[in-house]
């Protein structure tokens, strides 16, 4: 006799649900999502307001909250997301992401624009951000340390042309520009088809993009001269002209950006952000000095770099207003020369920087930057800093200044979280979790 086949139910997991819910409940108490809205809805943000020009009783469509957007590209920063497309995506796919959105539709198109228009608006937030913590005495700026670090640029090394070559993809570009707008002129209807506009953009897109190139040529062939080479070797990016090919950590040569950052040394929060291109941190010091004066209203008592940036010049103008701890380089010809000792062409500045760098109090303080600087930079490396997918410096800049916001966020959190009302409101955070 034969047994009957048992019947059990078995998963069905391709089947569809449908779940009454609101978007409140989907994340926990302590979610980082609620962390980042926190922060953002605390925020004076009158400067992204200035963009939208739709208001009350007139026409046009809404426009989406600046506190979307900006919560949006701060979450998915922190989140290691820096693709426009891929945050649109996850507002579909991932609960932290709809809970930011609220059940607003967001496109690419508008999370794109956002990051790159609103640079001056982020710098202040950050300046805000700054003083806050300043005025509860997280900040001190007892100490500053500054390091850069080469990212790779949204550019490829076969994109690099000389000036003759350049000039003839000039050439080009503007005759097929012109092209195109005399077929608008003899055929007015063409230019009502989607396939022809997007063909004069691009076409004018590139001629711009060429323009730039040879605008910055002349800079490249300089760095040529002082480098005892050829000024005819200089190349410049037809796709990003102001990335700069740059000897990256690996040992390899890349198109990049040197991005600098300033950090407070007691609380390891990012004061300053800077985009050099040039693979050099020469030069790079004062620049950076005067932002964080500027933006703190105070210069910091020491400032920590590391010996690319200890050019006597930068020396003698930041000591005016702050003390300089930085590496003594080692003399290059006789072993047996004192290198603090003073030469005879010291400036009085950088004569008591050689002396002060000899002294066990100088070597104890300048350990401070490697456990700052080299600390804030592996974080945003972890956080996905390791290629910009915007071009142009502009564009990197508003990406820095997000990460730099990101950053303090959670140090924010960490060391006062008062700031961002933990345990009120819609942001109540026990812990910060996801």
Same mark, same amino acid.
Not at 12 to 30: F, I, V, W, Y
Not at 207 to 232: D, Y
């Given at each position: 006799? =034969?047994?009957?086949?048992?019947?059990?139910?078995?998963?069905?997991?391709?089947? $569809?649900?449908?779940?009454?819910?609101?978007?409140?409940?989907?994340?926990?108490?302590?979610?980082?999502?609620?962390?980042?809205?926190?922060?953002?809805?605390?925020? /004076?943000?009158?400067?992204?307001?200035?963009?939208?020009?739709?208001?009350?009783?007139?026409?046009?469509? *809404?426009?989406? *909250?600046?506190?979307?957007?900006?919560?949006?590209?701060?979450?998915? @920063?922190?989140?290691?997301?820096? =693709?426009?497309?891929?945050?649109?995506?996850?507002?579909?796919?991932? /609960?932290?992401?709809?809970?930011?959105?609220?059940?607003?539709?967001?496109?690419?198109?508008?999370? =794109?624009?956002? #990051?790159?228009?609103?640079?001056?608006?982020?710098?202040? $937030? $950050?300046?805000?951000?700054?003083?806050?913590?300043?005025?509860?005495?997280?900040?001190?700026?007892?100490?500053?340390?500054?390091?850069?670090? +080469?990212?790779?640029? =949204?550019?490829?090394?076969?994109?690099?042309?000389?000036?003759?070559?350049?000039?003839?993809?000039?050439?080009?570009?503007?005759?097929?520009?012109?092209?195109?707008?005399?077929?608008?002129? !003899?055929?007015?209807?063409? *230019?009502?088809?989607?396939?022809?506009?997007?063909? #004069?953009?691009?076409?004018?897109?590139?001629?711009?993009?060429?323009?730039?190139?040879?605008?910055?040529?002349?800079?490249?062939?300089?760095?040529?001269?002082?480098?005892? &080479?050829?000024?005819?070797? *200089?190349?410049?990016?037809?796709?990003?002209?102001?990335?700069?090919?740059? &000897?990256?950590?690996?040992?390899?040569?890349?198109?990049?950006?040197?991005?600098?950052?300033?950090?407070?040394?007691?609380?390891?929060?990012?004061?300053?952000? /800077?985009?050099?291109?040039?693979?050099?941190?020469?030069?790079?010091?004062?620049?950076?000095?005067?932002?964080?004066?500027?933006?703190?209203?105070?210069?910091?008592?020491?400032?920590?770099?590391?010996?690319?940036?200890?050019?006597?010049?930068?020396?003698?103008?930041?000591?005016?207003? @702050?003390?300089?701890?930085?590496?003594?380089?080692?003399?290059? &010809?006789?072993?047996?020369?004192?290198?603090?000792? +003073?030469?005879?062409? /010291?400036?009085?500045?950088?004569?008591?920087?050689?002396?002060?760098?000899?002294?066990?109090?100088? &070597?104890?303080?300048?350990?401070?930057?490697?456990?700052?600087?080299?600390?804030?930079?592996?974080?945003? +490396?972890?956080?996905?800093? !390791?290629?910009?997918?915007?071009?142009?410096?502009?564009?990197?800049?508003?990406?820095?200044?997000?990460?730099?916001?990101?950053?303090? %966020?959670?140090?924010?959190?960490?060391?006062?979280?008062?700031?961002?009302?933990?345990? @009120?409101?819609?942001?109540? %955070?026990?812990?910060?979790?996801?």
């Amino acid at each position: 006799m =034969s047994r009957s086949r048992a019947r059990v139910l078995l998963p069905n997991r391709q089947q $569809l649900e449908l779940r009454a819910s609101d978007l409140e409940s989907l994340l926990p108490e302590g979610h980082r999502a609620r962390l980042v809205w926190g922060y953002v809805e605390r925020q /004076d943000l009158q400067g992204f307001y200035t963009h939208i020009r739709v208001v009350d009783g007139g026409v046009g469509r *809404a426009a989406i *909250a600046p506190e979307i957007l900006l919560a949006l590209w701060l979450y998915a @920063t922190l989140d290691g997301v820096g =693709s426009a497309r891929e945050i649109a995506r996850l507002t579909d796919a991932h /609960d932290a992401y709809r809970w930011l959105c609220g059940g607003v539709q967001v496109n690419y198109h508008t999370l =794109s624009d956002f #990051r790159k228009d609103h640079g001056e608006a982020l710098d202040d $937030l $950050l300046s805000a951000n700054v003083a806050a913590l300043m005025a509860v005495g997280v900040v001190t700026l007892k100490g500053v340390a500054q390091d850069g670090m +080469r990212v790779r640029a =949204s550019a490829g090394a076969g994109s690099f042309r000389r000036k003759e070559k350049l000039e003839g993809y000039l050439e080009a570009a503007r005759a097929e520009v012109a092209r195109l707008k005399a077929e608008v002129e !003899t055929d007015p209807a063409q *230019a009502q088809r989607a396939r022809e506009a997007a063909r #004069r953009r691009a076409a004018a897109e590139r001629e711009a993009r060429l323009e730039q190139a040879l605008a910055r040529l002349p800079e490249i062939e300089a760095i040529k001269r002082r480098n005892g &080479k050829k000024a005819e070797e *200089a190349r410049v990016s037809m796709t990003d002209a102001e990335a700069t090919v740059m &000897k990256m950590g690996d040992g390899g040569f890349r198109p990049a950006y040197n991005p600098q950052l300033a950090s407070d040394v007691d609380s390891l929060v990012i004061v300053g952000v /800077d985009v050099a291109t040039v693979g050099s941190d020469q030069g790079q010091m004062v620049p950076m000095l005067e932002q964080v004066s500027a933006r703190c209203g105070q210069a910091p008592h020491e400032w920590l770099v590391d010996g690319g940036y200890v050019a006597h010049e930068q020396i003698e103008q930041a000591s005016v207003t @702050t003390t300089v701890y930085g590496p003594v380089p080692a003399p290059k &010809k006789d072993e047996g020369v004192d290198p603090h000792a +003073r030469k005879p062409k /010291d400036s009085e500045a950088v004569a008591a920087w050689r002396a002060r760098m000899g002294t066990e109090d100088a &070597k104890a303080i300048y350990k401070q930057r490697a456990a700052t600087a080299e600390c804030v930079n592996a974080q945003s +490396r972890n956080r996905g800093l !390791t290629q910009f997918l915007v071009r142009g410096s502009t564009k990197v800049t508003c990406v820095m200044l997000f990460f730099a916001l990101a950053h303090n %966020l959670m140090r924010t959190a960490a060391l006062a979280p008062a700031l961002l009302g933990i345990g @009120t409101g819609p942001s109540a %955070l026990p812990g910060v979790t996801g």
